[in-house]
C-alpha cells in the first residue's frame, strides 16, 4: 500500500488508546475470560488490520469480522490469530473459509448438511449462533440445535469449536429483555455438551455491565475503540474509556466576504457583515455527510460553524478572524480543552456513535500512532 497521501484531511487512530482499552476490559473481566476483538466493518472505519494487531498484542485472543471477505482480507495481512465471522456464510465457500483457517459461524441444521456437499476433505470449524431474541441470526430451537451437534460428531468434516448469542437490549437500564435472552442461552446450553467450547454472549456493553454473566469469552466492540455501547451507558462505565479515532483537515482557501455575500449550492448561507470564510477539503463523499450543515468543528482550540451546504468534497466554515492556510481544522477530536466527540457528531446525526467512523469512507487516508508517533499511514485510493 502506498504510505503517503496528498490532501489535507485525514484520520487519526490513536492505537495506544485501542490496547488501553484492551487492558482495560481484560482487568475488568479477569483472566479466566477471554477477549474476542471485533474489528468488522474495518474495525468500525479505524483500521482493521492495525487494530487487529494492536488488540492481539493488548491481550486479545481471537479477531471477529462480519463477512468471509473480511477474514480473508486480515489473512493477507499476515494476521495469523484465530477468526471468527460472525455473519452468514454461503455453504459453497466452505473450503475457502478452510483454505484461509477461518472459523465459521453456522445457525441451522440445513447449512450443515448443504456446506457437508461442497467440503472437500478437510475439516471446517465453527461456533454455532443461537437466536435468543434478537431475531437475526441463529438457531432457536433445541431439537435442531441438538441434531447439529449429532450431524457434527458423525461427520468427519465439522468441528464445533464454541456456541453464541448476541443480545438486543444489553446497553439498555431496563434489563428485562436481556434477562429473558440470557435465560433462554442458558436453557439451550445446558441441552448440549458444551463444557470444551467457547461460550460467549457478551458485546461491549454485557462485558462493562454483567462481568458474571460471561461465559468464557467475551466479543468486544465498540468499547475497543473507546466509545460508549450507549449514552444511557456513559455515566455508569465501569472505568475510563479511551477514544481512539479523530477526524482532521486543514484551511486550504481563506477569504473575506462583505455583507449579504453567499456561500455554497443553493446560496442558502448569507453573510450578515464582513466575514471571514475558510474552505476545508472533505464533504459527503468522505462521509461527512450533508446533513452536518451548520455542526461546527475546532478551529485554533475554539468552536467554530460550519456555514452553507456541505459539497461532496468540501465544505465552509466561518472563522474568527484571518487565519493561515494550513491551519489544523479538527472535525472529531480534541484541541486542547475542546472535544468535538464521536458522540457530538452522532448526536447531531441522531444516530449511534458505531455509525460515525464507519460512515468516514476509505477516501479519507488513516494515519496509525503509536506511543505519540506515526507508525504507518494507509490511503487505499492510491493502492497499487
Ligand atoms: C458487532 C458485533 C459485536 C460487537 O458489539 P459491540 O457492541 O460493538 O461490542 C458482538 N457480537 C456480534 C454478533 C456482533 O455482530
Given at each position: 500500500m502506498q504510505s503517503g497521501f496528498y490532501r489535507d484531511t485525514w484520520v487519526e487512530v490513536n492505537l495506544d488508546a485501542i490496547k488501553q482499552n484492551v487492558v482495560s476490559m481484560k482487568r475488568h473481566i479477569g483472566d479466566e475470560i477471554d477477549i474476542i476483538a471485533v474489528v468488522k466493518a474495518n474495525g468500525y472505519g479505524h483500521g482493521a488490520e492495525q487494530v487487529a494487531k494492536a488488540a492481539i498484542d493488548a491481550g486479545?485472543?481471537?479477531?471477529?469480522?462480519?463477512f468471509l471477505d473480511e477474514a480473508i482480507s486480515l489473512r493477507n495481512a499476515e494476521i495469523n490469530a484465530p477468526i471468527l465471522v460472525m455473519g452468514a456464510t454461503r455453504p459453497s465457500d466452505v473450503n475457502?473459509?478452510?483454505?484461509?483457517?477461518?472459523?465459521?459461524?453456522?445457525?441451522?441444521?440445513?447449512?450443515?448438511?448443504?456446506?457437508?456437499?461442497?467440503?472437500?476433505?478437510e475439516e471446517l470449524h465453527f461456533h454455532?449462533?443461537?437466536?435468543?431474541?434478537?431475531?437475526?441470526?441463529?438457531v432457536r430451537d433445541e431439537a435442531e440445535l441438538k441434531s447439529m451437534f449429532v450431524h457434527?460428531?458423525?461427520?468427519?468434516?465439522?468441528?464445533i469449536d464454541?456456541?453464541?448469542?448476541?443480545?438486543?437490549?444489553?446497553?439498555?437500564?431496563?434489563?428485562?429483555?436481556?434477562?429473558?435472552?440470557?435465560?433462554?442461552?442458558?436453557?439451550?446450553?445446558?441441552?448440549?455438551?458444551?463444557?470444551?467450547?467457547?461460550?460467549?454472549?457478551?458485546?461491549?456493553?454485557?462485558?462493562?455491565?454483567?462481568?458474571?454473566?460471561?461465559?468464557?469469552?467475551?466479543?468486544?466492540?465498540?468499547?475497543?475503540?473507546?466509545l460508549t455501547p450507549s449514552i444511557e451507558m456513559k455515566k455508569k462505565l465501569p472505568y475510563e474509556l479511551q477514544?481512539?479515532?479523530?477526524?482532521?483537515?486543514?484551511?486550504?482557501?481563506?477569504?473575506?466576504?462583505?455583507?449579504?455575500?453567499?456561500?455554497s449550492y443553493g446560496a442558502t448561507y448569507e453573510a450578515k457583515d464582513d466575514e471571514w470564510i475558510g474552505t476545508i477539503p472533505i464533504g459527503y463523499a468522505d462521509g461527512w455527510a450533508r446533513h452536518l450543515k451548520d455542526f461546527e468543528v475546532l478551529v485554533e482550540n475554539k468552536r467554530v460553524p460550519l456555514v452553507?451546504?456541505?459539497?461532496?468534497?468540501?465544505?465552509?466554515?466561518?472563522?474568527p478572524h484571518h487565519l493561515p492556510?494550513?491551519?489544523?481544522?479538527?472535525?472529531?477530536?480534541?484541541?486542547?480543552?475542546?472535544?468535538?466527540?464521536?458522540?457530538?457528531?452522532?448526536?447531531?446525526?441522531?444516530?449511534?456513535?458505531?455509525?460515525?467512523?464507519?460512515?468516514?469512507?476509505?477516501?479519507?487516508?488513516?494515519?496509525?500512532?503509536?506511543?505519540?508517533?506515526?507508525?504507518?499511514?494507509?490511503?487505499?485510493?492510491?493502492?497499487?
Open positions: 486479545a485472543t481471537m479477531l471477529a469480522v462480519a475457502v473459509a478452510i483454505q484461509y483457517n477461518v472459523t465459521l459461524t453456522v445457525f441451522s441444521i440445513d447449512w450443515l448438511k448443504d456446506a457437508e456437499r461442497y467440503i472437500t476433505n454455532i449462533k443461537l437466536d435468543t431474541g434478537m431475531g437475526r441470526l441463529g457434527a460428531n458423525q461427520s468427519p468434516h465439522f468441528v464454541g456456541i453464541f448469542t448476541h443480545f438486543a437490549t444489553a446497553d439498555e437500564t431496563d434489563s428485562g429483555y436481556f434477562d429473558e435472552q440470557y435465560g433462554k442461552f442458558e436453557t439451550l446450553l445446558a441441552s448440549v455438551p458444551h463444557q470444551k467450547l467457547v461460550v460467549h454472549c457478551a458485546n461491549s456493553a454485557t462485558a462493562l455491565k454483567y462481568q458474571r454473566k460471561l461465559y468464557n469469552a467475551i466479543r468486544l466492540g465498540i468499547s475497543m475503540y473507546g477514544e481512539a479515532f479523530s477526524l482532521q483537515s486543514k484551511l486550504v482557501h481563506v477569504k473575506k466576504i462583505t455583507k449579504g455575500e453567499k456561500v452553507g451546504r456541505i459539497c461532496m468534497d468540501q465544505c465552509m466554515v466561518k472563522l492556510i494550513g491551519t489544523q481544522v479538527t472535525l472529531i477530536g480534541q484541541q486542547h480543552d475542546q472535544i468535538i466527540s464521536i458522540d457530538d457528531v452522532a448526536n447531531y446525526l441522531d444516530t449511534i456513535n458505531y455509525e460515525v467512523p464507519c460512515m468516514i469512507t476509505s477516501r479519507v487516508p488513516r494515519i496509525f500512532l503509536e506511543n505519540m508517533s506515526i507508525i504507518e499511514k494507509v490511503n487505499p485510493i492510491l493502492k497499487r
